[in-house]
Protein backbone atom coordinates (compact mmCIF):
# COMPACT_ATOMS: atom_id res chain seq x y z
CA UNK A 1 0.00 0.00 0.00
CA UNK A 2 1.29 3.36 -0.82
CA UNK A 3 1.50 5.84 1.68
CA UNK A 4 3.25 9.11 -0.34
CA UNK A 5 2.85 9.76 -3.30
CA UNK A 6 4.48 12.98 -5.16
CA UNK A 7 3.64 13.83 -8.46
CA UNK A 8 5.33 16.45 -10.74
CA UNK A 9 6.14 18.74 -7.66
CA UNK A 10 8.11 21.83 -7.89
CA UNK A 11 8.64 24.18 -5.53
CA UNK A 12 9.95 27.46 -6.11
CA UNK A 13 10.97 29.27 -3.04
CA UNK A 14 12.69 33.09 -1.98
CA UNK A 15 16.58 32.89 -2.03
CA UNK A 16 18.36 33.00 1.15
CA UNK A 17 19.20 37.37 0.45
CA UNK A 18 15.43 37.75 0.36
CA UNK A 19 14.53 36.35 2.97
CA UNK A 20 17.20 38.44 5.09
CA UNK A 21 16.23 41.46 3.36
CA UNK A 22 14.01 43.30 6.27
CA UNK A 23 11.48 45.49 6.12
CA UNK A 24 13.43 48.77 6.59
CA UNK A 25 15.42 48.25 3.36
CA UNK A 26 12.76 47.23 1.13
CA UNK A 27 11.16 50.95 2.06
CA UNK A 28 14.40 52.36 1.51
CA UNK A 29 15.11 50.72 -1.56
CA UNK A 30 11.32 51.83 -3.14
CA UNK A 31 11.69 55.38 -2.02
CA UNK A 32 15.09 55.56 -3.81
CA UNK A 33 13.48 53.50 -7.26
CA UNK A 34 16.01 50.52 -6.34
CA UNK A 35 13.28 47.78 -5.60
CA UNK A 36 13.63 45.01 -7.45
CA UNK A 37 11.07 42.01 -7.02
CA UNK A 38 12.21 38.69 -4.83
CA UNK A 39 14.32 36.33 -6.54
CA UNK A 40 13.21 32.67 -6.52
CA UNK A 41 15.05 29.74 -6.85
CA UNK A 42 13.82 26.44 -8.05
CA UNK A 43 14.75 23.81 -5.43
CA UNK A 44 12.23 20.95 -6.65
CA UNK A 45 11.97 20.46 -9.58
CA UNK A 46 8.95 17.76 -11.13
CA UNK A 47 9.56 15.13 -8.74
CA UNK A 48 8.23 12.28 -8.86
CA UNK A 49 7.92 9.83 -5.64
CA UNK A 50 5.92 6.85 -4.39
CA UNK A 51 6.46 5.10 -0.89
CA UNK A 52 5.16 1.98 -0.19
CA UNK A 53 4.22 0.97 3.63
CA UNK A 54 6.75 -0.14 5.63
CA UNK A 55 9.75 1.29 3.07
CA UNK A 56 13.23 2.70 4.23
CA UNK A 57 13.76 5.51 2.17
CA UNK A 58 17.41 7.35 2.03
CA UNK A 59 18.22 10.52 0.60
CA UNK A 60 21.50 11.61 -0.68
CA UNK A 61 23.14 14.74 -2.45
CA UNK A 62 24.85 17.66 -1.95
CA UNK A 63 24.14 20.46 -0.13
CA UNK A 64 21.88 22.37 -1.78
CA UNK A 65 20.02 20.01 -4.01
CA UNK A 66 16.24 19.72 -2.37
CA UNK A 67 16.52 17.01 0.16
CA UNK A 68 15.58 18.85 3.11
CA UNK A 69 13.09 20.69 1.17
CA UNK A 70 12.08 17.38 -0.17
CA UNK A 71 11.43 15.93 3.53
CA UNK A 72 9.18 19.66 4.51
CA UNK A 73 6.79 18.89 1.31
CA UNK A 74 5.98 15.37 2.67
CA UNK A 75 5.70 16.92 6.55
CA UNK A 76 3.35 19.55 4.86
CA UNK A 77 5.34 21.93 6.05
CA UNK A 78 5.52 23.26 2.78
CA UNK A 79 3.12 23.13 -0.06
CA UNK A 80 4.53 23.00 -3.21
CA UNK A 81 3.61 25.48 -6.16
CA UNK A 82 3.02 23.02 -8.59
CA UNK A 83 2.47 19.31 -8.66
CA UNK A 84 0.22 17.13 -5.87
CA UNK A 85 1.92 15.44 -2.99
CA UNK A 86 -0.47 13.07 -0.75
CA UNK A 87 0.88 10.93 2.08
CA UNK A 88 -1.85 8.68 3.97
CA UNK A 89 -1.27 8.48 7.99
CA UNK A 90 0.95 10.15 10.79
CA UNK A 91 3.52 11.79 10.40
CA UNK A 92 6.34 12.55 12.78
CA UNK A 93 8.73 14.80 11.40
CA UNK A 94 12.42 15.46 12.55
CA UNK A 95 13.90 17.90 10.15
CA UNK A 96 15.18 21.09 12.04
CA UNK A 97 16.99 21.09 15.34
CA UNK A 98 13.96 22.47 17.77
CA UNK A 99 11.56 22.76 15.12
CA UNK A 100 8.15 22.30 16.38
CA UNK A 101 9.27 23.44 20.13
CA UNK A 102 8.33 26.30 22.27
CA UNK A 103 11.35 27.65 23.75
CA UNK A 104 9.95 29.74 26.59
CA UNK A 105 8.09 26.54 28.48
CA UNK A 106 9.67 23.56 30.04
CA UNK A 107 10.57 20.23 28.52
CA UNK A 108 7.86 18.34 29.56
CA UNK A 109 5.45 20.53 28.27
CA UNK A 110 6.75 20.39 25.01
CA UNK A 111 7.02 16.59 24.98
CA UNK A 112 2.93 16.83 25.96
CA UNK A 113 2.66 19.73 22.99
CA UNK A 114 4.35 17.51 20.35
CA UNK A 115 2.25 14.60 21.18
CA UNK A 116 -0.71 15.96 20.66
CA UNK A 117 0.27 17.96 17.53
CA UNK A 118 1.00 14.60 15.98
CA UNK A 119 -2.41 13.73 17.54
CA UNK A 120 -1.97 12.01 21.07
CA UNK A 121 -3.40 12.68 24.14
CA UNK A 122 -2.22 14.17 26.61
CA UNK A 123 -2.88 11.34 29.14
CA UNK A 124 -1.27 9.22 26.75
CA UNK A 125 1.88 11.38 26.68
CA UNK A 126 2.11 11.67 30.23
CA UNK A 127 2.47 8.09 30.26
CA UNK A 128 5.21 8.11 27.70
CA UNK A 129 7.42 11.07 29.35
CA UNK A 130 9.43 9.25 31.45
CA UNK A 131 10.89 6.92 28.68
CA UNK A 132 11.37 9.71 26.83
CA UNK A 133 13.55 11.68 28.92
CA UNK A 134 15.20 8.54 29.92
CA UNK A 135 15.88 7.76 26.43
CA UNK A 136 16.97 11.39 25.88
CA UNK A 137 19.03 11.23 28.94
CA UNK A 138 17.20 14.65 30.51
CA UNK A 139 15.63 13.25 33.43
CA UNK A 140 17.01 16.60 35.18
CA UNK A 141 15.66 19.14 32.88
CA UNK A 142 12.22 17.43 32.98
CA UNK A 143 11.36 21.06 34.09
CA UNK A 144 13.88 23.38 32.34
CA UNK A 145 12.42 25.62 29.51
CA UNK A 146 14.11 24.41 26.24
CA UNK A 147 16.09 27.89 25.98
CA UNK A 148 17.99 26.03 28.30
CA UNK A 149 19.53 22.67 26.93
CA UNK A 150 22.17 22.57 24.45
CA UNK A 151 21.36 22.15 20.79
CA UNK A 152 22.48 18.61 21.74
CA UNK A 153 20.15 18.20 24.43
CA UNK A 154 17.17 19.77 21.63
CA UNK A 155 18.22 16.73 19.03
CA UNK A 156 18.15 13.99 21.60
CA UNK A 157 14.63 15.45 23.03
CA UNK A 158 13.26 15.67 18.94
CA UNK A 159 14.80 12.30 18.64
CA UNK A 160 13.43 10.49 21.72
CA UNK A 161 10.16 12.21 21.34
CA UNK A 162 9.43 11.24 17.21
CA UNK A 163 10.73 7.24 17.49
CA UNK A 164 8.75 6.81 21.19
CA UNK A 165 5.21 7.54 19.38
CA UNK A 166 5.90 5.10 16.79
CA UNK A 167 4.44 7.26 14.23
CA UNK A 168 3.28 5.59 10.41
CA UNK A 169 5.93 7.86 8.82
CA UNK A 170 9.03 8.75 10.16
CA UNK A 171 11.00 11.32 8.82
CA UNK A 172 14.56 12.28 9.48
CA UNK A 173 16.67 14.77 8.69
CA UNK A 174 20.92 14.74 9.42
CA UNK A 175 19.51 13.65 13.12
CA UNK A 176 22.83 11.54 13.40
CA UNK A 177 25.17 14.69 12.99
CA UNK A 178 24.45 16.39 16.20
CA UNK A 179 25.35 14.48 19.59
CA UNK A 180 28.02 12.24 21.16
CA UNK A 181 28.91 8.46 19.21
CA UNK A 182 27.07 7.38 22.25
CA UNK A 183 23.83 8.60 21.59
CA UNK A 184 24.44 8.03 17.82
CA UNK A 185 24.90 4.54 18.84
CA UNK A 186 21.46 4.56 20.48
CA UNK A 187 19.54 6.42 17.87
CA UNK A 188 20.52 3.54 15.55
CA UNK A 189 20.12 0.65 18.05
CA UNK A 190 16.18 2.27 18.18
CA UNK A 191 15.50 2.35 14.34
CA UNK A 192 16.67 -0.77 14.05
CA UNK A 193 13.45 -1.98 15.95
CA UNK A 194 11.82 0.31 13.25
CA UNK A 195 13.06 -2.67 10.95
CA UNK A 196 10.58 -5.05 11.22
CA UNK A 197 8.19 -2.98 11.49
CA UNK A 198 5.34 -1.71 9.40
CA UNK A 199 6.84 1.82 10.04
CA UNK A 200 7.69 3.96 7.04
CA UNK A 201 11.11 5.93 7.24
CA UNK A 202 12.73 8.62 5.56
CA UNK A 203 16.51 10.03 5.91
CA UNK A 204 18.64 12.12 4.94
CA UNK A 205 22.03 11.79 6.26
CA UNK A 206 25.42 12.43 4.43
CA UNK A 207 26.57 9.10 6.55
CA UNK A 208 26.18 6.80 3.28
CA UNK A 209 27.12 3.93 5.63
CA UNK A 210 24.22 4.51 7.73
CA UNK A 211 22.06 4.66 4.71
CA UNK A 212 23.59 1.37 3.23
CA UNK A 213 23.38 -0.41 6.05
CA UNK A 214 19.71 0.74 7.03
CA UNK A 215 17.68 1.55 4.14
CA UNK A 216 16.10 -0.62 1.24
CA UNK A 217 15.94 1.97 -1.42
CA UNK A 218 17.74 5.48 -1.88
CA UNK A 219 16.95 8.51 -3.85
CA UNK A 220 19.75 11.05 -4.92
CA UNK A 221 18.52 14.32 -5.80
CA UNK A 222 21.00 16.36 -7.58
CA UNK A 223 20.08 20.25 -8.43
CA UNK A 224 16.60 19.63 -7.26
CA UNK A 225 15.86 16.79 -9.66
CA UNK A 226 15.94 13.01 -9.12
CA UNK A 227 18.86 12.02 -10.90
CA UNK A 228 18.94 8.27 -9.82
CA UNK A 229 16.42 6.24 -7.07
CA UNK A 230 16.26 2.24 -6.73
CA UNK A 231 18.11 -0.20 -4.76
CA UNK A 232 20.57 2.00 -2.42
CA UNK A 233 23.81 -0.19 -2.94
CA UNK A 234 23.16 0.90 -6.75
CA UNK A 235 22.12 4.47 -5.77
CA UNK A 236 25.05 5.20 -3.61
CA UNK A 237 27.63 3.48 -5.66
CA UNK A 238 26.81 5.79 -8.84
CA UNK A 239 26.53 8.79 -6.45
CA UNK A 240 30.35 8.52 -5.29
CA UNK A 241 31.20 7.58 -8.81
CA UNK A 242 29.83 10.79 -9.66
CA UNK A 243 31.96 12.65 -6.86
CA UNK A 244 35.15 10.79 -7.82
CA UNK A 245 34.64 11.89 -11.32
CA UNK A 246 34.47 15.63 -10.55
Not at 26 to 55: C, F, H, M, N
Not at 121 to 137: D, G, T, V
Not at 197 to 210: A, E, P, Q
Not at 230 to 239: F, I, L, M
Request: charged share 25%; aromatic share 6%; glycine share 8%.
Amino acid sequence: MEVIRLDKVSLWRRTQEEFSYDLKKTLLSVLEGKYRKPAKKLVLDGIDLVVEKGEKIGIIGANGSGKSTLLKVISGILQPTSGIARVRGQVAPLIELGAGFDVEISVMDNILLYGVLLGFSRAEMKKRANSILEFAELQDYALVPVKGLSSGMIARLGFSIATDVQPDILILDEVLSVGDEKFKNKCEQRIEKFWDDNVTILVVSHDLKFIKNFCHKSIWLDQSKIKVSGETHDVVAKYLNSINNK
